[in-house]
């Protein structure tokens, strides 16, 4: 729990009773069951396997919960010149951009 913890920080999501949520919309669920990561996302409901903690958070990240087809992921990095991101994020970026273009 303290790992999901952890990576719902670093994107500011809130974990509540039922799942996790960002600015009270809920993104889906998040655990561990015998040493398999995995991740629920509000609109499918099943429950799918992740190699790790980072990557299921990262999942629920990219999920588009906005009116106007923006996801979280790219408010993130709205305002960043692309000079600016890490490693880390033009990983995340790069990877949003293969999610959105298949």
Partial sequence: ????FNECQNYGFEILDDGIYNNGVKLGQVGCT???????RRYSGQQQYSNSVFDAVQSLSMMDVSTDG?????????????????????????????????
């Fill in 1 to 4: 729990m303290a790992h999901i």
């Fill in 34 to 40: 015998e040493g398999n990561w995995w991740v629920k």
């Fill in 70 to 102: 923006k996801s979280i992921f790219d408010e993130y990095f709205l305002d960043q010149p692309l000079e600016q991101l890490t490693g880390d994020k033009l990983q995340r970026l790069l990877e949003r951009t293969e999610l959105v273009t298949a």
